[in-house]
């Protein structure tokens, strides 16, 4: 029987101290017991190439966007004639084929 009681003031007891624990009063504003913690920030690096690029986005039309999206070709090997297509549509690419060489 006397077993029996103190593991019940044991498990009071426990209970009481799990209680105080988790209603504790307001936190201190001691300087010398309170911690600040700060995470530091990334620093924020600037790209060239995508300021370069997005100042050149910034600066197409539409037009000069979408052609600058495509790979074309144009048969021939004419210089002056692929200068003027090139000058014309502008495009992102040309492709050179079997027909643009010269025999």
């Known amino acids: 029987m006397r077993g029996v009681i103190t593991t019940r ?13 988790c209603t504790s009063a307001a936190p201190s504003t001691d300087r010398t017991t309170a911690r600040s913690y700060s995470i530091p ?3 924020r690096t600037v790209d060239p190439a995508a300021t370069y690029a997005q100042h050149a986005l910034d600066s197409m039309e539409l037009r000069e966007k979408v052609a600058s999206l495509l790979m074309l070709h144009y048969p021939g090997t004419d210089a002056a004639a692929l200068t003027d297509f090139v000058t014309r549509y502008q495009p992102g690419g ?3 084929m079997g027909d643009n060489i010269p025999a």
Do not use: D, E
């Open 9 to 21: 003031l044991i498990a009071a007891l426990s209970c009481c101290l799990v209680i105080a624990g």
């Open 41 to 43: 920030m990334p620093t």
């Open 94 to 96: 040309l492709i050179l």
